[in-house]
């Protein structure tokens, strides 16, 4: 599945929830500050994320308020903010030899698997990958990455479970610069029951490979359940407080009706999406793209309306 269809079912929700106040905002003659308020609940609701409503509807405040627009001049403010508000990720690049990326986010967003679809994409374009298992909470984790290793044909370090993650990140920073990879992909447990202990944790896996290079991590990058909505955002803000995020993976676009969180993920904490999950299989992860994103959000929002 490419980008444009996964994104597009993932988005219809928020579609619809669009054009059904648009209408009634159109419809009743000049905007004013009352149906920007009822627009406002309904972007919430479409899982657009508070900060996106906020942002979408302060855009028409300000070039809509007591004027009466048609709908594809209500639609055109809109998906311009959308645009702008959009990060453009900047194109990845390997600034390391090797470039290390930790991979972090709670447990069960899929970060594991992402990690598995990485190694494989970084395969194919020729790179050679390490894959850290830092996840050293249950051996099964341990088995669970190895298997990925194994499917996208990348080098591999583990320890024990129950041991040290900073310890498993480190050895296999030095593993990569001796087997001369390109890239290190480190696995983090997610677990929540302590998120100050998760969050020491992974200070620690940065701590300690910093030693043998202040530049490492290259990348830190989040990864988050698309369907979770505004509790995706949340996370972000959280990790993001600890951890200078460099780049955000959502994952199960498929099949959810919450991608619209995506707006606000990307466009109030300014923080790039890289790519996007879109299934389990290896090769279900595509890259994200911000002009097929907002076209998948506004696509055919006026003629729909005519129906
Ligand atoms: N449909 C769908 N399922 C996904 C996607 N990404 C991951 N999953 C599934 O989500 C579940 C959790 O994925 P993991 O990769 O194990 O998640 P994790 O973040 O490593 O979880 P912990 O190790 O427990 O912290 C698995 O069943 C995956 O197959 C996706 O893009 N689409
Ligand atoms: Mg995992």
Redesign the pocket.
Known sequence: MGFFSAIKAGLQKTRDAFLGELKGIVGAGKITDETLEDLEEHLIKADVGVEAAFLLTDALRENALGKSLTENEVLKIMRDEAERLLQEPPKFEVKGNPHVILVI?V????????IGKLASKFAAEGKKVMIAAG?TFRAA?IE?LEAWAERSGAEFVKHQEGSDPAAVAYDACAAAKARDCDIVLIDT??RLHNKDYLMEELSKVVRVMRKHDVAYPHDIWL?LDGTTGQNAINQTKIFHKSFPLTGIVV??L??TARGGSVLSIAGSLKIPIRYI????RID?LVEFNKQEYVEGLFENAVVSMDK
């Open positions: 986010g447990n069960g967003a899929g970060k594991t698997t992402t996840d984790a669970q447990a997610g990864v994952t199960k498929d099949g999950g879109v299934g389990e279900q």
